[in-house]
């Protein structure tokens, strides 16, 4: 199983910028970041496979870039233009699963972030964004 450990969360004003940072051990063909917010669910934010495709929800596509560093085994996560909505906490994860919790070996323009879940899991790191 892969372990995920991640940092770079905190408090910024709206239109500010953080760049979350997940190091990890292991290998995993999918991975990504997931954010959560008090009595809902973990959702899937920005995804990202072995082969570089990457894949946004449209409520952060343009202004957060998902990236990854095998040589060092870190993903990151560039926010961007953030807004008070984007107040999470923030989970790396890795090992994506589709529905009926199908592995993800590759992304697909049309596949939905939102739907995902992973088999594996960070601690989370909270990102506040104030108005």
């Known amino acids: 199983q892969v372990q995920l450990v991640e940092s770079g969360g905190g408090s910024v004003q709206a239109g500010g910028s953080l760049k979350l940072s997940c190091a990890y051990t292991?290998?995993?063909?999918?991975m990504g970041w997931f954010r959560q917010v008090p009595l809902k669910g973990r959702e899937g934010v920005a995804a990202i496979d072995s082969h570089g495709a990457t894949i946004y929800s449209n409520s952060v596509k343009g202004r957060f870039a998902i990236s990854q560093d095998n040589g060092v085994k870190a993903l990151f996560l560039q926010m961007n233009s953030l807004k008070p909505e984007d107040t999470a906490m923030y989970y790396c994860a890795a090992d994506l699963r589709g529905p009926r919790m199908t592995p993800i070996q590759a992304l697909h323009p049309n596949t939905d972030v939102t739907a995902l879940a992973a088999a594996s899991w960070g601690q989370g790191t909270q990102v506040t964004v104030s108005s």
């Open positions: 292991g290998a995993s063909p999918s």
